[in-house]
């Protein structure tokens, strides 16, 4: 056996270890003001498209072994989060493919005041598409969808001030700063900075309720070309009932770009979830907005539409599954013109069981409808362990 596979069972070794120990509580081990989770995962897929022509494409069935960790801050005023896996995967036959994966991030943040602010930075490396999407943040999926390995950087940082001119309405001035990169294996790079300013005028419709409207601006810029984008907007944001969240923005934005040209063009961000019992949750999210280009490619509008849901049907037992829709339109091009020559979809099920102490199984299908000669089906088993 490989020393680095030796490695990673080591890893899993001890994480599994820790998690049998009946003194770990549910959420963590504790360490002064921060708690700290260690996880790791093992799975075995089958994938038919590991290899892909104009005319056909090669399965072969691959695994993987991954450690990491979660840090956080215990409640406080000031949030301080950080995390990580490292990872590696093993073909059964095109041994060549084997590779490495990870992600990182930490950040600091504050929203506890009429001061608001955060920062935070992440790097990763995927070797196929990550859709990922977390409801709970609205964050993802990641601005390039990509099914070849991929590393990339990502920085933000923001701040705002709730100013009150009233009991019901206040102004929040701020701005925000992205920077953003991605190297795509055998096809380049790409690199943008955003700068963005925004000034909306909310008003608290009730105590669940804001009503937004005003305007934003960004300059963006990128190793191809500059550009700018400003925006005039209106939104609402909603805890409806106890079961029930809403956002919604709807706009219009003039976009400029020193060589992809100009463009008017409407805007939009959704997203709904819904806790339809104690067992049964489910959410949608889409939109479009304009974006810089990438690999000597225009500026683009890209557009998105996602769902999922997730079922608690037994005690131990779970079942969930998510869709995202993608198309991208290059900018100053008629409407029948896609830079995939259409739509993309991306499907995702999930069966699994979790065990009374902090590890659950499950199988994973996949199906991946694209730009490529035939569509992606993975199918895979998971054991995956946190504290």
Known sequence: MKIRHLFFLFLLGITFAVNAQTTVGSDGI??????????????????????SNASSTEGDIYSELTAGFELGNLPARYNLFAGGIYGQRFYNEYTVLDDDFYSGEV?????????????????????????SYDPSTGSGPDGILTDVPNRRSSTRGSISYDLELSARTSLVPEYGLWHYY???????STEWQVHHVGLPLRYAYSDKTYISAGGAFSLQTNEDEDGYIGTAFIGAESRATDKTTYSIMLGASFVEYDLSGSDVGGVSDV??????????????????????????GPARMVFRAGYGANWRFAERWFVNGQGLHDYEQALGS?????????????????????FPKYAEISVVGRLINDEEVEDRTTLSIRLDCKI
């Open 182 to 188: 991605q190297e795509l294996e055998g096809a380049g």
């Open 30 to 51: 504790e360490w002064g003001n921060f708690r700290f989770r260690p996880k790791a995962s093992a799975a075995v897929t089958y994938d038919n498209r590991v290899l």
């Open 334 to 354: 008629d409407s029948g013109s896609f830079i995939y020559g259409g739509v993309r979809h991306f499907f995702d099920a999930r069966l699994g069981y979790t």
């Open 271 to 296: 997203r709904v979830e819904w806790k339809a019992t104690d067992k049964v949750s489910l959410y949608v999210f889409g939109g479009n907005r304009f974006q810089p280009g990438y690999g000597g």
């Open 107 to 131: 950040g600091l943040k504050s929203d506890q005041g009429l001061l608001n602010w955060g920062v935070s930075s992440e790097i990763r490396k995927d070797l196929n598409y990550n859709t």
